[in-house]
């Protein structure tokens, strides 16, 4: 019901940034709210940070709060994902979710929809 499709990763330096975005279609309008996640190779999913859509409330896992800002677009469904100072440790592959009901946001399991992710790479 719910598609998304990230874009934006890449290969940047440490210290650098980056910008992903992740356009929402579909029944957009069930989502409650959007998250980012990233998993390394050999690595379990982990929660990077979460918005909700009615008030706009953010969340961040504390690996990255200070250095990534989750914003959101309305007008173009679009959620996006600014990672400043980069280092090796944020290496992985980004995935933009989509869940329909309230609770944890950093709760992977609970949300509905993924995007196929795209991939951060920090070189030191």
């Known amino acids: 019901q719910v598609q998304l499709v990230e874009s934006g990763g890449g290969l940047v330096q440490a210290g650098g940034s980056l910008r992903l975005s992740c356009a929402a279609s579909g029944r957009t309008v069930s989502s409650y709210g959007m998250g980012w996640f990233r998993q390394a190779p050999g690595k379990e999913r982990e929660f990077v940070a979460a918005?909700?859509?009615?008030?706009?409330?953010?969340y961040y896992a504390d690996s990255v709060k200070g250095r990534f800002t989750i914003s959101r677009d309305n007008a173009k469904n679009t959620v996006y994902l600014q990672m400043n100072s980069l280092n090796p440790e944020d290496t992985a592959v980004y995935y933009c979710a989509a869940r329909l009901k309230a609770g944890s946001s950093t709760n992977v399991a609970l949300y509905d929809y993924w995007g196929q992710g795209t991939h951060v790479t920090v070189s030191s």
């Open positions: 918005i909700n859509w009615s008030v706009a409330s953010t």
